[in-house]
């Protein structure tokens, strides 16, 4: 038997499906994408290739001047077209990283749990998504607390526009607009049903124009703010769903939600004041400059400030109509109790109107034989 391309551990179907179809890119895409970026690495060891492949690696449109670079050891970068090599590239490692942790810690929990295979795709989004917010978390927390913008908070407005960023603060968008870009062939990749799609599509859409539109506006101290802020409540989230699909007996499940109701409301909060803060009175106070980069406009920073409070909303009120739905199903319901006579009585009108659909539905030959039967019965 031929050896498939597969990674360690996958199970070796006795069908192998033929090279370039659909099940075949659907079954080895990891390995496929891998050997992609394996070339872009292998690039860097050819001298003729070197320069091609740094491209796509490493960061671009450094800044900073050699004197500082040396005494201060940190390295200032801006942005530029170079940037959507090193996405590309990255977009590349993103759908690898996908596979890895699909196959060797999702797939060996959702075996154990039996889930149906609704609860089965609800449960690797939920997984996918728990070890990306976590990591975002902890990656904007230490950029926060690296640039002091927790206890100095007017650094969010002071010196705008922010063109220079350190290499980890440019990483963390780069590799937020990758991971974003990622889920779209996933969606292929996963076999995703049309009745999921469009909310993932329209959740990566929005993800992708906001944090582009701080990265290129140069509003990055509040954008990476912001993104900790919604990341947090988002991982309530998915922890509680996780715990929902583990736990059968159901006594984590209204704990985990509940602290995610309290996050929802409260980085909905959060959101709109520091937004409010940074755009109205904050940049507002900023001198407007003709530097590079300035995008300090009147209407530039109220347009900004009306799509965060907007999404905040929109969000919002799909939290409350959410939860007023499951506290409606939850409810026992009330029936009415119908006298014997009527009930039977609309069972007979309900039997009648359902043979006479069926009538309907029937080809005209058949109708006609049903009604010469009925002839010969009456006779």
């Excluded at 996405?87 to 890895?100: D, K, N, P, Q, S």
Aim: aromatic fraction near 14%.
């Amino acid at each position: 038997m031929p050896p498939t391309m597969a990674f360690k551990g996958r199970k070796a179907t006795n069908k192998n499906p033929p090279f370039f179809s659909h099940e075949f890119v659907i079954q080895n895409h990891a390995d496929i994408v891998s050997c992609a970026a394996l070339l872009f690495v292998v690039g860097l060891m050819i001298q003729a290739t070197t320069p091609y492949a740094y491209m796509f690696i490493a960061l671009h449109h450094n800044v900073s001047n050699e004197a500082t670079s040396v005494q201060e050891a940190a390295f200032r970068y801006t942005y530029g077209l170079k940037d959507l090599c090193v996405t590309f590239f990255y977009f590349l490692i993103c759908i690898v990283i996908h596979a890895i942790i699909q196959e060797y810690v999702l797939d060996k929990i959702s075996r154990k749990l039996h889930l149906s295979k609704v609860k089965h795709s609800k449960f690797n989004e939920s997984g996918q998504l728990f070890f990306f917010y976590a990591m975002s978390i902890f990656w904007g927390g230490h950029i926060i607390l690296k640039e002091n913008f927790l206890l100095n908070i007017s650094s969010l407005w002071d010196g705008y526009p922010h063109t220079e960023m350190s290499f980890m603060f440019k990483f963390f968008y780069i590799i937020q607009i990758a991971y974003w870009l990622h889920t779209f062939p996933e969606l292929y990749f996963q076999k995703v049903k049309k009745e999921e799609m469009l909310d993932r599509v329209a959740y990566a859409v929005v993800a992708l124009i906001f944090i582009a539109a701080h990265y290129v506006l140069n509003f990055n101290r509040v954008g990476v703010c912001l993104l900790v802020i919604h990341y947090i409540s988002e991982e309530f989230y998915h922890i509680a769903r996780l715990v929902d699909f583990v736990d059968k007996e159901e006594k984590g499940r209204k704990v985990g939600y509940m602290a995610w109701h309290v996050a929802f409301v409260l980085a909905r909060l959060g959101s709109v004041m520091l937004s409010v803060l940074t755009f109205w009175f904050g940049l507002s106070s900023q001198d407007q400059s003709a530097a590079w980069g300035d995008f300090n406009t009147p209407t530039v920073r109220i347009a900004a400030l009306a799509a965060v409070v907007l999404l905040q909303v929109y969000l919002m009120f799909n939290f409350i109509t959410d939860l007023l739905r499951q506290i409606r199903e939850t409810q026992p319901a009330t029936v009415k109790k119908l006298p014997v006579k009527k009930a039977q009585q609309n069972k007979k009108k309900d039997s009648k109107k359902e043979k006479s659909k069926e009538y309907d539905e029937l080809p005209e030959v058949d109708q006609n034989t049903k009604k010469s039967l009925k002839q010969k019965k009456v006779k």
